[in-house]
Nanobody, 116 residues
Framework: QVQLVESGGGLAQPGGSLRLSCRVSRDIFRLATMGWYRQAPGKQRELVATISNAGITDYADSVQGRFTIYRDSPENTIYLRMSNLKPEDTAQYYC??????????WGQGTQVTVSS
């Protein structure tokens, strides 16, 4: 069974920072496009950022310039560094590992709350 192990959520003040991490097996990490999605109460799940196995990144407009996604190959882990957090960033964040026509795996989710 594939596991995506997430950590790093929590409470931050507006303007603050948090870092999320997602660790996966070596086989998945080597081939998958990995990313972060989020879902706020009453809203649909939306893309936050993705990074391909070649290191190509993509960001939602709402987080561009504030969030950075990156890979740590020795640790089979991706990170999402979130800066200048806003209340509207509050959501459950989910790690995703996908390979077209092969698999699409999700983590269990980690809560991020931005509030003063």
């Amino acid at each position: 069974q594939v596991q995506l192990v997430e950590s790093g959520g929590g409470l931050a003040q507006p303007g603050g920072s948090l870092r999320l991490s997602c660790r996966v097996s070596r086989d998945i990490f080597r081939l998958a496009t990995m990313g972060w999605y989020r879902q706020a109460p009453g809203k649909q799940r939306e893309l936050v950022a993705t990074i391909s196995n070649a290191g190509i990144t993509d960001y939602a407009d709402s987080v561009q310039g504030r969030f950075t996604i990156y890979r740590d190959s020795p640790e089979n882990t991706i990170y999402l560094r979130m800066s200048n957090l806003k209340p509207e960033d509050t959501a459950q964040y989910y790690c995703n590992a996908a390979r077209y026509n092969y698999y699409n795996y999700w983590g269990q989710g980690t809560q991020v709350t931005v509030s003063s």
